[in-house]
């Protein structure tokens, strides 16, 4: 089992200081925790960042659309269709590799409702929180390998 001490520790500092910062300059908090859960969802690193942060966007993208679709739609069930269309459009993004996490898409526009349709602020908060996923894993890994170095090997303790 890995040890989980260094992205704990990483993890557990900047969110901390995220929730303290987000709260002072009015930034959404929840949103940049879900756009850091991409991040580690997407798979970590250069890949996590880039597949998770832009599948994020796209679905910020769409939940735009889809208000500005139910802006002119008046009809019965324009919701649904709405949501059904932006929905399938995430899905078919998928065959282009930079959006290809699904799930990230969704979580985008979710936020995006979530946040009454506040697409500045959204995105905002999902760009920091995808940099604070990059950053805890990173600094996460160094302490880590720091702590991985501090302890004694078998053959070096006295017997």
């Known amino acids: 089992m890995k040890n989980y001490l260094g992205v704990g520790l990483s993890i557990g500092t900047l969110a901390a200081l995220w929730t303290q910062v987000s709260v002072w300059t009015g930034l959404i908090t929840w949103v940049g925790f879900v756009a850091w ?3 580690f969802a997407a798979g970590t690193g250069a890949t996590g960042l880039s597949r998770g942060l832009l599948a994020n966007l796209s679905g910020v993208v769409y ?7 139910l802006g002119l739609a008046t009809f019965p069930g324009a919701l649904a269709v709405g949501v059904g269309v ?8 998928a065959g282009f590799g930079p959006l290809s996490f699904i799930p990230g898409a969704f979580v985008g526009a979710a936020s995006f409702f979530g946040t ?12 920091i929180g995808a ?10 890994a160094r302490i880590q390998s720091g702590l991985v170095k501090q302890q004694p090997t078998a053959e070096a303790s006295p017997a």
């Open 63 to 69: 939940g735009w659309l889809a208000v500005g679709f």
């Open 86 to 93: 932006i929905a399938l459009f995430m899905c078919l993004q």
């Open 116 to 127: 009454e349709s506040a697409f500045w602020p959204t995105v905002t908060a999902l760009v």
């Open 131 to 140: 940099g604070l996923g990059w950053l805890s894993g990173a600094l996460g």
């Open 37 to 39: 859960a991409t991040y």
